[in-house]
């Protein structure tokens, strides 16, 4: 059962990192090398969630085999000597009075020597994923140059003082271990001071993170239950992707009138005429076929031949500004579509059959789901009724989790008595042998851990220089920006998470075996200033990034820098949001006109065909059979056929002001 679940959580986990990446990357158009380092690093990282529930299981069991070791008889107390141990007691998770109780194997039991090469697997890979390999494959994807060797020397001269900067910071520590009269300098200790520095980075961002999403997330739920509140929120990113939009559209015209200007100016006979045709196929369809028109017109003083460094940086240029505005254009349909419901289920609210009007047709509509299962009737009761209540249930359930980690991570370092929470919950779990419930508890406290940290990180936007976008719209560098992201946050995490059940050493009784997952991690007491002091006090810090972000001191500093933030009670936040219903008004009656026009000439085919049918046909062709051939073949007698009917059509149409089609 255990090499079973063990590989169900492989598959699974796998499967979800690729669902993930298909998500946000286009696995046919990315580079192979992008898709197979980004999908690698999320892979390991929820391998790392998903599999530590099974090793607090398997590391309770044993723990209970060393007890019955130690204490092979059991002994029983006395109601009434039970009663005055448990008065005399300090802490509430004393053990129990029959400390040789009979250990039953979990389920989900791994065998001695298999995590061990696991976690050091994982954890090593993740770590040369995050630290060399992707840095070095970010700049080499963002690289403009036109060969391999050039993207490659490209990234290794970008990557200089990043690496130098780690290294310079390895090589203080390696001076202050070296100097210590207590320490020797072993690979044990070397591999040590790697894990705590790496550690030390992913703990103090991983905190900011935290403290975001434990507010944010519940917040979140609770506000989009409320109708009103979601449609506002959706006219702000309306108006703000408005501007996105047009900034990114017109990046982009600039950059295509540089590219028009090259190649103007490069001639085909000339040894950069390759480079230049390179850069024309990164350029849109629609602007490629301008390029060769008007070039008369264009002055001599601009015709200047360029630079191959030149060339290099307007190839990156073009890049960037094609994946922008591809990705700004999705997500403005994406907008759309999304406050054309909130206003449909508006408008839907007061219709008395309890049936869900849409506005216009989706694709989505004429699904074998939504035909016989999501039905008008069934979607009116959930969007109208049933949404509003589940997400309030849903925010009050993340609430009180949120509640939970916020009193176990400011108390978790107190061993006696114990205060945190999850510790509590596990050792009590532990004693009565409930190993599945053991398992679920740390899942769902490690998965809720994640999820506030991994959330953040989809949605946190650095000047659209790494931004996450659905629908395949995620440049290389962003996707693996994410992944190194992931293996740097993922083992501070899952340390902090140990901490918070007081299985951590730092934190946990000196007789009780640790985990296989910390056993990687080495003695962190070689650092006494870090293991004792920042690992266990700093993430007290995430109470005070709680209580800042519940007052929105981020967005509203955002908002006085200028980049504009949703707040409810601001004037500019409210501008916005009436900018945004324009606008909506606006593509609300282009696509009502559009639909009018299709409908129109729907509407005109089939009053064409209800009144020639098939003599209409007959009429506007007929059918010769050669003697050499079996195939008939239609010719047309007065030059009309099916096929080519739109251009006539066309013609025949005309819309008065009422919206009606006459013929």
Avoid at 48 to 63: E, M, R
Avoid at 88 to 99: I, Q, Y
Wanted: proline share 3%.
């Amino acid at each position: 059962m255990s090499a079973v679940a063990l590989g169900f959580v492989l598959v699974a986990v796998f499967f979800l990192a690729l669902g993930l990446l298909h998500r946000y990357g286009d696995l046919r158009k990315e580079q192979r090398m992008v898709l197979l380092g980004t999908l690698a690093s999320w892979y390991l990282c929820f391998l790392i969630v998903f599999v530590l529930p099974l090793d607090v299981s398997t590391t309770i069991y044993k723990q209970c085999l060393l007890d019955n070791a130690h204490h092979p008889t059991p002994v029983t107390l006395s109601t009434s000597s039970r009663s005055a141990n448990k008065a005399g007691n300090a802490s509430t998770l004393d053990p129990p009075e029959s400390v040789a109780s009979v250990c039953e194997k979990p389920w989900s039991y791994i065998p001695d020597g298999v995590l061990p090469v696991f976690w050091r697997v994982v954890y090593w890979t993740s770590q040369f994923l995050t630290w060399l390999l992707l840095p070095f494959m970010q700049s080499y994807a963002r690289s403009g140059a036109f060969s391999q060797v050039g993207k490659f020397k490209a990234a290794l001269v970008e990557n200089a003082i990043y690496y130098g900067t780690y290294l310079l910071i390895f090589i203080f520590l390696l001076i202050y271990v070296a100097a210590h009269p207590q320490w020797q300098l072993t690979w044990t200790e070397f591999q040590t001071i790697g894990i705590t520095a790496a550690n030390t980075w992913g703990l103090f961002l991983l905190v900011l993170l935290l403290g975001y999403g434990l507010v944010e997330i519940p917040r979140s739920y609770w506000l989009s239950s409320c109708h009103a509140h979601s449609l506002a929120k959706t006219y702000f990113k309306v108006a703000k992707m408005a501007s996105e939009k047009a900034a990114a559209e017109e990046n982009l015209a600039d950059a295509m009138e540089d590219v028009f200007v090259v190649n103007a100016s490069v001639k085909f006979s000339h040894s950069l005429r390759k480079c230049v045709d390179t850069i024309l196929t990164k350029c849109p369809i629609e602007y490629q076929e301008e390029m060769g028109k008007d070039v008369e017109h264009l002055c001599e003083d601009r015709l200047v031949l360029p630079t191959k460094k030149g060339l290099v940086q307007l190839h990156k240029k073009v890049i960037s500004a094609v994946q922008r505005c591809r990705q700004t254009r999705v997500q403005w349909s994406v907008l759309l579509e999304r406050i054309f419901h909130l206003e449909d289920v508006t408008k839907s609210r007061s219709n008395p059959t309890c049936h869900f009007v849409r506005s216009f047709a989706t694709a989505e509509a004429d699904g074998c789901v939504r035909k016989f299962l999501y039905t008008p009737k069934v979607e009116w009761y959930w969007e109208c009724v049933f949404r509003q209540v589940f997400y309030k249930v849903l925010a009050l359930l993340l609430f009180l989790l949120s509640v939970l980690v916020v009193w176990s991570e400011c108390t978790f370092f107190s061993k006696h008595p114990v205060l945190s929470l999850f510790a509590i919950i596990v050792r009590v779990t532990e004693q009565r042998r409930y190993y599945v419930c053991t398992e679920v508890v740390s899942f769902i406290t490690v998965l809720f851990l994640c999820t506030c940290v991994y959330s953040t990180v989809f949605q946190i936007r650095v000047f659209n220089f790494y931004c996450l976008v659905p629908h395949h719209q995620t440049d290389a560098y962003s996707l693996q920006f994410s992944g190194m992201l992931f293996c740097r946050l993922t083992p501070p995490l899952c340390l902090n998470f140990l901490g918070l059940i007081h299985m951590d050493p730092a934190v946990s009784p000196q007789d009780r075996i640790h985990t296989s997952y910390t056993s990687i991690m080495g003695s962190m007491h070689l650092l006494s200033f870090i293991a004792n002091g920042f690992y266990i006090y700093y993430p007290v810090l995430v109470l005070l990034l709680c209580f800042a972000t519940l007052y929105n001191l981020g967005s509203r500093c955002l908002n006085v820098l200028g980049i504009h933030q949703y707040v409810a009670d601001d004037d500019l936040s409210s501008d916005l949001v009436d900018e945004g219903k324009e606008l909506v008004r606006r593509e609300r009656r282009k696509r009502q006109k559009s639909e009018d026009v299709a409908n129109g000439r729907l509407s005109w085919r089939e009053r064409y065909e209800g009144v020639y049918g098939d003599s209409g046909a007959n009429r506007a062709a007929y059918v010769e059979i050669k003697d050499d051939q079996q195939t008939p073949i239609k010719k047309s007698i007065i030059g009309f056929t099916w096929r080519d009917s739109d251009e006539q059509q066309r013609s025949l149409l005309h819309s008065n002001d009422n919206g009606r089609w006459t013929v």
